[in-house]
């Protein structure tokens, strides 16, 4: 089965019409008509939202029965997530708790100190920090699973963490003003655990924290909402990491050779 096949038999298992799913998306009739019929390729956008419309993986969507049929077109970019062998890297959030705790902490202790480093500021160099490791490297280093939000990527596994942490009395929590604006901030109250990081890690941290850090949270907001991965995504629905790879170039974190 072809993927334009396979997408046609997921709008039927919904009870979508073509007019709803196309509607959807943000494509006409025709153009949908066209994809199911495999006479026009899937672009990036629209591979991503049609996994959120369907509940499935764009791995599952991209699935090894007919992965090497699918052709994803990108606008401006080729895709970057092809590899030698021809096969498609897709990702699913590793969540890392422990490895959150500590990432948390070393943020804090780096630039928590910072006037406009309040909770919002966190959740984007948070983002930054994933994303950007798996860019760069095709691996998770947080894995965190972060919601798209009107204020921008938000990571569902934050509030727990500092739950964690303030129970072990590791991590407090004030609040304080920030010009006219009311700002939760986070005072770490012990040293972060850096052997569950590499110097490479420590090293791409630092890159964002010294990169971003300096931004005030309508700045980061304005700017993570450039970012295809946030873009790209369904308002209140997990931010998909393999969007990564259809960055464009202000926001890529990586040289990629010629496919």
Known sequence: MNIGSFIALQRKRLNLTQEELA?????????LVSVEKG???????????????????VDSLLSAKYEKEAVVTLQKHTDKRVSKDGTLRISVPQKKLDIFKEILLY?????????????????????????????????QLIGATYIKNHFGPTPIEF????????????LER????FFTYEQRKYLPLRTPDLSKLSGNDLRHIDEVLSRLSDKTAKELTEYSHKDIPWATAEDGKPIAYEAVFYRSDPFSVRTYESL
């Open 23 to 31: 509607r959807r998306l943000g494509i006409s009739r025709p153009t």
């Open 39 to 57: 006479v026009r390729d899937i672009t990036a956008t629209e591979l991503v939202r049609l996994a959120q419309e369907f509940g499935i993986s």
């Open 107 to 139: 943020i804090l202790a780096q630039v928590g100190s910072k006037p406009n480093v309040g909770e919002t500021v966190i959740y984007k160099l948070l983002y930054f920090i994933d994303f950007d490791y798996y860019e760069k490297f095709e691996k």
């Open 159 to 170: 509030k727990k963490v500092v739950d964690v942490l303030e129970k072990e009395g590791a």
């Open 174 to 177: 004030v609040t304080s003003k």
